[in-house]
């Protein structure tokens, strides 16, 4: 459970502000929606790889 402590005067904008942001580290949301559909094992690995393969070769550009 999400606790976000209210000081005394604090804006109920800032406090859902911080809530939001909990949340959003908690990774709920990017879980839910992975489990949305079911990817295989090869197929993972396979995005993996290009998405490495990827960052690679854009830190190699940088340099």
Do not use: C, H
Not at 17 to 23: E, L, P, Y
Not at 31 to 43: D, N, T, Y
Not at 46 to 52: G, P, Q, S, V
Request: net charge positive.
């Amino acid at each position: 459970m999400i606790i976000v402590p209210l000081k005394e005067g604090e804006n109920i904008e800032r406090a859902l502000k911080k809530f939001k942001r909990k949340f959003e580290k908690t990774g709920v949301i990017r879980e839910l929606r992975s489990r949305q559909a079911f990817i295989k094992p090869s197929v993972r690995r396979r995005e993996e790889m290009k998405k490495a393969v990827y960052v690679q070769k854009m830190q190699e550009n940088e340099e």
